[in-house]
């Protein structure tokens, strides 16, 4: 399973720096590094038009709706080369039902168990 994310022009890779922080890139960002982990298998490739512009030209969809509707059509999010996200990231619904899709059972956002096994959180 691929999933590609084409994002606006950000500040840093994360788009999570500067005065006043977007709570929905911290949840796409948190989303992903969840999904890297718990599903190795699963490539998660990011591209920022600021900072890997030939992707976004190398990819004909991609460029296509930038020619169409500018870049207020960004983000864009393609889950094996189909369009399922435009103008916002998927949710973490979203997310999760791709990968059931795709045979892997993983809940994004879940605690973990405490490390020391304690399921009742005494500790």
Do not use: W
Request: hydrophobic residues 35%; glycine residues 8%.
């Amino acid at each position: 399973m691929k999933i590609e994310i084409y994002d606006p022009a950000l500040c840093c890779s994360t788009g999570v720096c500067g005065p006043s922080v977007d709570p929905e890139l911290v949840r796409i960002q948190d989303a992903i590094r969840q999904v890297q982990k718990h599903a190795p298998e699963v490539q998660v490739q990011r591209y920022g038009l600021t900072s890997d512009p030939q992707a976004f030209v190398s990819n004909a969809a991609v460029a296509e709706l930038l020619k169409s509707e500018g870049p207020q059509c960004l983000p864009l999010v393609f889950v094996n080369e189909m369009l399922v996200c435009k103008g916002s990231y998927p949710s973490n619904e979203q997310i999760q039902g791709a990968l059931i899709m795709a045979g892997i059972d993983l809940v994004l956002g879940a605690k973990s168990e405490p490390s020391c096994g304690c399921k009742s959180g005494c500790c």
